[in-house]
């Protein structure tokens, strides 16, 4: 952790999990824990938040569980690709997961008065400077070969599986003073590949079922990285090698590892009643339907008078003025095409796609003058584009012209 110049007590529960992951990678791919490749593959990502003190009008950035492991970024000057196990974590923990730290207080004589007792604190607050990419050296003892375990385990192993072999192997996060008692090379079902078999010696309960074995692991597994969800079943395809499932220690066991179902969708919330006292539900998709047309309706355009000034609504009922207004308007409302064909084709095949977007251009603009004919009298109302104010249009039907 010196190297991101971070804290144990700076890192989130995910940060815990990552870390968690590449042990046992390194580890059961027959590998020693090389702190460069970790380097290699993890930068810092601070998730910064501010706090404030009682009695204290400055903020301050918080420097409890605000930092995470992330995949390094791909670099493309340092040749350095982005390689990652697929996507697997819990979005969020439980609320003030911090409630479980403490703190223990170490009694110490005071050096000004010795029958007094005083409490110092074994570190003081700094302010929190990361660093997010550290450097690492592609030379040191064990690189090569840690990384290699590492972008093997990528491709064959899901982030989900490399968490559930450790718990079915009993292992815990950041356990210490474990290791496989023998590593040998074996072709598990589902996977061509030839993988590092790790050997614990593990025997299976008596009594109990595969399927139950299984349920029980990920049950555990989804305390520590949530329900499996589509985003994660997405990242394990463009990833993996293979779709199956893989967990070694079961194998050792004998238990059989069915491929993981598809994760079950959300239940969508209760959808609100349309009108009082019905029983007919408006989903928000048709109601923001319903909005979007109204919005498209109220911004027609009509015919460009000035370079600053657009006409969006024209109540008139003067046909020579709507019959100009259509024909100035076919090819930039709504993005309308003109009207000629633009090829052979749709000269013997009927309307062009433009001329089906006139229509519909022209069938919205003369809706809106139908509606306007209900108002009284004839006026228009002038607005601009951003809400600036405008001069109004005095219509004269009877001339034909119309004046700014």
């Given at each position: 952790?010196d190297?991101?110049?971070?804290?144990?007590h700076?890192?989130?529960?995910?940060?815990?999990?990552?870390?968690?992951?590449?042990?046992?990678?390194?580890?059961t791919?027959?590998?020693?824990?090389?702190?460069?490749a970790?380097?290699?593959?993890?930068?810092?990502?601070?998730?910064?938040?501010?706090?404030?003190?009682?009695?204290?009008?400055?903020?301050?950035?918080?420097?409890?569980?605000?930092?995470?492991?992330?995949?390094?970024?791909?670099n493309?000057?340092?040749?350095?690709?982005?390689?990652?196990?697929?996507?697997?974590?819990?979005?969020?923990?439980?609320?003030?997961?911090?409630?479980?730290?403490?703190?223990?207080?170490?009694?110490?004589?005071?050096?000004?008065?010795?029958?007094?007792?005083?409490?110092?604190?074994?570190?003081?607050?700094?302010?929190l400077?990361?660093?997010?990419?550290?450097?690492f050296d592609?030379?040191?003892?064990?690189?090569?070969?840690c990384c290699?375990?590492?972008y093997?385990?990528?491709?064959?192993l899901?982030?989900?599986?490399?968490?559930?072999?450790?718990?079915?192997?009993?292992i815990?996060?950041?356990?210490?003073?474990w290791?496989?008692?023998?590593?040998?090379?074996?072709?598990?079902?589902?996977?061509?590949?030839?993988?590092?078999?790790?050997?614990?010696?593990?025997k299976?309960?008596?009594?109990?079922?595969d399927?139950?074995?299984?349920?029980?692991?990920e049950?555990?597994?989804?305390?520590y990285?949530g329900?499996?969800?589509?985003?994660?079943?997405?990242?394990a395809?463009?990833?993996?090698c293979?779709?199956?499932?893989?967990?070694?220690?079961?194998?050792?066991?004998?238990?059989?590892?069915?491929?993981?179902?598809?994760?079950?969708?959300?239940?969508?919330?209760?959808?609100?009643?349309?009108?009082?006292?019905?029983?007919?539900?408006?989903?928000?998709?048709?109601?923001g339907?319903?909005?979007?047309?109204?919005?498209i309706?109220?911004s027609i355009?009509?015919?460009?008078l000035?370079?600053?000034?657009?006409?969006?609504?024209?109540?008139?009922?003067?046909?020579?003025?709507?019959?100009?207004?259509?024909?100035?308007?076919?090819?930039?409302?709504?993005g309308?095409?003109?009207?000629?064909?633009?090829?052979?084709?749709?000269?013997?095949?009927?309307?062009?796609?433009?001329?089906?977007?006139?229509?519909?251009?022209?069938?919205?603009?003369?809706?809106?003058?139908?509606?306007?004919?209900?108002?009284?009298?004839?006026?228009a109302?002038?607005?601009?584009?951003?809400?600036?104010?405008?001069?109004?249009?005095?219509?004269?039907?009877?001339?034909?012209?119309?004046?700014?």
């Open positions: 952790m190297s991101y110049n971070v804290k144990l700076q890192l989130t529960p995910n940060a815990i999990i990552q870390l968690f992951k590449f042990f046992w990678v390194a580890k791919f027959g590998r020693d824990v090389d702190v460069d970790f380097l290699r593959y993890h930068e810092l990502h601070h998730q910064r938040r501010l706090v404030k003190f009682d009695g204290d009008s400055e903020k301050f950035d918080a420097q409890l569980g605000c930092c995470t492991f992330v995949a390094r970024r791909e493309k000057k340092k040749k350095i690709q982005r390689i990652e196990l697929s996507f697997s974590q819990k979005n969020k923990w439980e609320d003030d997961w911090t409630r479980y730290w403490f703190y223990v207080k170490v009694e110490r004589p005071d050096p000004l008065s010795p029958d007094t007792a005083i409490y110092p604190f074994a570190c003081q607050v700094e302010e400077k990361v660093i997010h990419i550290p450097s592609s030379k040191s003892a064990g690189f090569e070969a290699d375990s590492f093997l385990a990528m491709i064959t899901s982030g989900r599986d490399v968490v559930e072999e450790a718990l079915a192997a009993g815990m996060p950041l356990q210490r003073g290791a496989p008692l023998r590593i040998e090379r074996q072709v598990f079902p589902g996977c061509e590949r030839e993988l590092p078999y790790p050997r614990f010696g593990l299976r309960t008596e009594g109990r079922s399927e139950i074995l299984l349920a029980e692991l049950r555990e597994a989804e305390n990285l329900p499996y969800t589509e985003k994660e079943l997405e990242s395809k463009l990833i993996l293979h779709e199956g499932r893989i967990n070694r220690p079961f194998f050792e066991m004998g238990i059989t590892v069915e491929a993981r179902p598809k994760p079950v969708k959300g239940v969508k919330r209760h959808r609100e009643v349309g009108n009082v006292g019905s029983d007919v539900f408006v989903s928000k998709k048709k109601r339907g319903a909005r979007k047309l109204e919005k309706k109220q355009r009509a015919p460009q000035t370079k600053k000034v657009h006409i969006f609504k024209a109540f008139a009922s003067d046909e020579k003025f709507l019959d100009e207004q259509l024909d100035a308007g076919r090819a930039s409302v709504l309308a095409q003109p009207l000629a064909p633009s090829s052979p084709v749709e000269q013997s095949c009927g309307p062009s796609s433009g001329e089906k977007a006139t229509e519909a251009a022209i069938g919205l603009v003369e809706l809106a003058a139908s509606e306007a004919e209900l108002r009284e009298g004839d006026e109302r002038v607005e601009t584009v951003q809400g600036r104010s405008a001069p109004s249009i005095d219509l004269t039907p009877e001339e034909g012209k119309y004046s700014l």
